[in-house]
């Protein structure tokens, strides 16, 4: 019964509109005016309701600046992102005062040069002087912007300093995985060929190229013994696929053979040593941090929010960013009065269904709290995790919501340069 009445009071609402528009048009009629026949009365109305809205919408501006803060970010928790914020108040000067100008402009004109009786309209098609002013002063100030920025992009993906601690970050749909250089501070070198289930970021050693001939060569014996197994009867379009991941697994296993034959045994300690953390991301409060970032899939985006950085991750090539935590947890939450703050890496980028749960959480430490930490890390080494971890064919890691596999990245070779894989690239 309530949907039924509310449905009459809209029916009859809009009976009731449509009438006191027939009425309104007849008073016209009777009036002998046209909709088109503005007097000063409405004139006049008009111009005090855009001075009005006018007065209303820079008292909203204002107190919403006022009750939420200037740009609502709060403090910058890097040492960097304190240069990014005055960027970005300094583009935000230009803006608001932009923003006043020309608004104060549009709408007091409107009430100043309201049509008044016997005031004819002055023609002004062209004026070379302010076409000058409105097109170099608006260039001058985005070349200025432009210069600036490009400057602190430079600045902030430059190679970091001697000290700086490097750590990669693998995204892949949905999660994020830390790995930090250890004692040498070298990450391990990487081949996307070698990414197995218990080798998910495709570290390069010895003992990882053997296993994943192994395991590529269990996946050719499979491969062979189901295309030539005579009790078994197949479609002739699910025998063309087979025969085509067979001849891409020959292909891998070629290019493994090669891989093994080249090696250096010499960097592997470089890769034995790395960390690889999941879950939440432990820096030092004033230490400089170079993160190096890869994806598994597809274009991510790792911001950090709270420390002003950002960069998308990209298939098959490595990017690069730096910060230097300034302000610890503890503090931060001292800070924002809220005991359960956490900072946040999350993905900045729609990658899929399950983009929005894409979040890894970031703990900064003092340098005690840290140094301890550490320390406790230091038995969670790739070496010996890896070494323990037991050897099972995890290669397929064809994952929910879509994903791609490690397969279907573009190659990368043991120094991490990107390669394409086609089909017709033969070994």
């Not at 430079?154 to 930090?180: C, H, M």
């Not at 983009?355 to 406790?376: F, Q, R």
């Not at 050897?391 to 397929?396: I, R």
């Amino acid at each position: 019964m309530g949907k039924l009445g509310i449905l009459l009071v809209i029916v009859l609402g809009a009976i009731a509109v449509a009438q006191l528009v027939r009425v309104y048009e007849h008073s016209l009629k009777l009036k002998k005016t046209g909709e088109h026949d503005i007097n000063d009365r409405d004139n006049n109305l008009n111009a005090w309701l855009m001075l009005l809205f006018m007065i209303f919408q820079f008292g909203g501006f204002i107190y919403l600046m006022l009750a939420y803060g200037w740009t609502g970010r709060g403090p910058s928790a890097s040492l960097e992102g304190e240069e990014t914020d005055w960027l970005l108040n300094l583009n935000f000067v230009i803006i608001i005062a932009v923003f006043f100008l020309t608004n104060f402009l549009l709408f007091y004109f409107s009430y100043k040069y309201v049509r008044k009786p016997g005031v004819r309209a002055t023609y002004f098609p062209h004026n070379n002087k302010l076409e000058m002013i409105w097109t170099v002063v608006p260039a001058c100030v985005l070349a200025v912007i432009i210069i600036l920025g490009l400057r602190s992009w430079n600045n902030l993906t430059s190679p970091s300093g001697d000290g700086a601690v490097v750590i990669e970050l693998y995204s892949k749909q949905f999660d994020w995985t830390a790995r930090y250089a250890g004692e040498d501070n070298v990450l391990g070198k990487y081949d996307y060929k070698l990414t197995t289930g218990t080798n998910e970021l495709g570290i390069l050693t010895a003992k990882t190229i053997e296993d994943a001939i192994v395991e590529r060569e269990k996946k050719v014996n499979s491969i062979n013994k189901l295309l030539s197994n005579a009790d078994t009867v197949l479609s002739d379009s699910l025998v063309e696929a087979q025969e085509f991941t067979l001849s891409h697994n020959e292909r891998i296993l070629r290019s493994l053979y090669q891989l093994k034959q080249n090696h250096n045994t010499e960097v592997d300690k470089n890769a034995e040593d790395d960390i690889i953390v999941k879950g939440t991301l432990v820096l030092c409060v004033g230490q400089e941090y170079e993160f190096n970032f890869r994806s598994m899939d597809v274009i991510h985006s790792a911001y950090f929010p709270h420390f002003r950085a950002q960069i998308n991750t990209v298939p098959g090539m490595t990017t690069r960013t730096k910060f230097t935590p300034s302000i610890t947890t503890a503090e931060m939450r001292e800070i924002k009065n809220d005991p359960k703050f956490k900072y946040v890496l999350m993905c900045n980028k729609i990658c899929g269904k399950a983009h929005y749960k894409m979040k890894m959480d970031i703990e900064v430490l003092s340098k005690a709290e840290y140094a301890a930490w550490l320390a406790g890390k230091k038995k969670e080494t790739f070496k010996l995790k890896y070494g323990n971890a037991p050897a099972e064919g995890g290669d397929d890691m064809a994952k929910e919501d879509g994903s791609n596999s490690g397969e279907d990245m573009p190659a990368e070779d043991a120094t991490g340069e990107a390669a394409p894989i086609k089909k017709e690239d033969e070994i």
